[in-house]
């Protein structure tokens, strides 16, 4: 087998343990902005519309919202990426169990930035 048919083997076992959550992701990828638009922008905006001077009149939400747009994107994207390397090593040892296979390390590390 080629680097890459070795390679989708994770791909594909990756993907197959998405379709199991992917709703609880779905769902916590759109809430968390939401809730911290509504915490930051539209509740500590209130108070920064009031006694803040921002520059030509942007209002406070209009000012935060974009930079929270980024960061959660950010903090999605790391927690994504992270979270479960350090489950397939650490709790479930799905690596282990991989490379228990004629997987090599370089398939699964391939197959697993694949799915990211």
Request: aromatic share 12%; hydrophobic share 55%; proline share 5%.
């Amino acid at each position: 087998m080629t680097n890459l048919a070795l390679a989708a083997r994770p791909l594909e076992f990756f993907f197959a343990q998405y379709r199991r959550v992917w709703r609880g992701t779905a769902v916590s990828s759109v809430v968390t902005p939401v809730i911290y638009l509504l915490a930051l922008g539209v509740g500590l905006g209130v108070f920064a519309d009031r006694f803040a001077n921002l520059p030509q009149g942007v209002s406070y939400l209009e000012f935060v919202a974009p930079g929270l747009l980024a960061a959660t994107a950010m903090q999605l994207a790391s927690f994504e990426a992270s979270w479960p390397v350090l489950s397939a090593i650490k709790w479930s040892r799905q690596y282990h169990a991989m490379l228990a296979t004629p997987l090599r390390v370089g398939d699964v590390l391939l197959g697993h930035q694949a799915f990211i």
